[in-house]
């Protein structure tokens, strides 16, 4: 039997790493590896890329699996125990050793669906709670291959949620698709599976749950402070720019991101201010900078 990689080796984390690191890992890795974004003899590498990820993060987020795996390495999650004192899981799901046993195929008819083979209550279950605090997919049945679309959305509809129209099977559907959805997610809507693509936005750019923008500050503003209005996906709002503000200054809005998705709560914005030097100055304002110039400033 081949030897397994070794489940931080595979996120890219170390033994260390806090839940937080690795769920962030887990998300990089999955949205990297994941099938759809591969074609051709790639594809079956990235299947099996994506299954051990999946696998890693099985065990790495829940702190007993950790625990075990970091005792027993992956003697802890297969049957008939390991050589250092037994499964420490045995028995615990029909006598068939390890409960942990996880399980991939693929079937021609859902296009290699990773998802397709489990049955999920919640149609808005999609990557890191594939294997996180929901239903236990463990022992779940086997489901029906069922079709796969995929919907390309604005990325404010992305931010705000968004209600669409699609044909499925030669029908016309209403969705909804939850505000704070994420590119690439993957939304089971029982009987067809939908993938999110999200266009870029020309003003905002998108870090998981956090908004950055740059904005234009003049250079008198920057020197003797003021306020200024700025852009958020909630609209725009007035900050106070503070005297003697330097270029790329980082301003940080609480809770003024995007909405979680699983919990509540918004992610920040991070604004970045860029000042603007004139480039041509009046008589009087050379004078001025002129004067500046021989004080160091």
């Known amino acids: 039997m081949a030897t397994k990689s070794d489940y931080y080796d595979i996120l890219g984390v170390s033994k260390s790493a806090s839940a937080d690191e690795i769920k962030k890992a887990y998300r990089k890795q999955a949205l990297e590896w994941h099938p759809d974004k591969h074609a051709g003899s790639d594809k079956e590498a990235a299947e099996k890329r994506f299954k051990e990820i999946n696998e890693a993060y099985q065990i790495l987020s829940d702190k007993e699996k950790k625990s075990a ?32 046993t996880y399980t991939y195929s693929t079937s021609g008819g859902d296009g290699g669906n990773p998802f397709g083979n489990f049955d999920f209550g919640d149609p808005f279950d ?15 049945r086997q489901r029906r291959s069922i079709p796969r679309y995929s919907i390309k959305i604005d990325f404010m509809e992305a931010v705000k949620g968004v209600e669409k129209t699609v044909n499925v099977e030669g029908g016309k559907r209403t969705i909804k698709i939850p505000a704070g959805i994420y590119e690439g997610a993957r939304i089971s809507f029982g009987d067809f599976t939908l993938s999110v693509n999200i266009k870029p936005d020309n003003l905002f750019e998108r870090n998981e749950d956090d908004i950055y923008v740059n904005v234009i500050v003049p250079y008198s503003l920057a020197a003797f402070g003021g306020e200024i209005e700025v852009p958020t996906v909630d609209g725009a709002v007035k900050i106070r720019v503070r005297a003697g503000t330097q270029p790329g200054t980082t301003i940080r809005l609480r809770e003024k991101g995007v909405n979680h998705l699983h919990g509540r709560g918004k992610g920040d914005e991070y604004v970045k201010l860029n000042i603007l030097v004139p480039e041509k100055l009046s008589r009087e304002q050379r004078r001025v900078v002129e004067g500046m110039r021989e004080e160091g400033l």
């Open 69 to 100: 795996y970091d005792q027993f390495g992956h003697d802890a999650f297969t049957p008939g125990g390991s050589a250092r004192g037994g499964n420490p899981f045995a028995g615990g799901f029909g006598g068939q050793g390890g409960p942990f």
């Open 126 to 140: 999609i990557f890191e709670s594939f294997f996180g605090g929901g239903g236990n997919p463990f022992g779940a």
